[in-house]
């Protein structure tokens, strides 16, 4: 399944991003997954890892969440220490 980074520039605390964490599965169609976020609170960043099948369904779930963000990146995971970019 494609990988995606999402960034979002958003105020949130450690219980916001908590209670989204706990919410959003619920609100996510089958094919998508939301697989983990680094947080960098004091810069009001939040970086993403989501799986799906397309940008356009990630787009969609922000939509319909009315979760706003800056960018959807594809991307591919670099294993430095295989020295190999996995698929």
Known sequence: MPKFIVVHSM????EQIMATAKNMPS???SEVSWNMTY???E???FFCEW?????DVIEQVFRS???PYDAIYPVRLLNVTKAKLEE
Do not use: G, H, M, R
């Not at 105020?11 to 450690?14: A, G, I, L, T, V």
């Not at 799986?51 to 940008?55: L, R, S």
């Open 39 to 41: 947080c960098a609170f």
């Open 27 to 29: 609100q996510l169609p």
């Open 65 to 67: 969440t009315q979760l």
């Open 43 to 45: 810069d009001n960043k």
């Open 11 to 14: 105020p949130y605390n450690e």
């Open 51 to 55: 799986e799906a099948p397309n940008k």
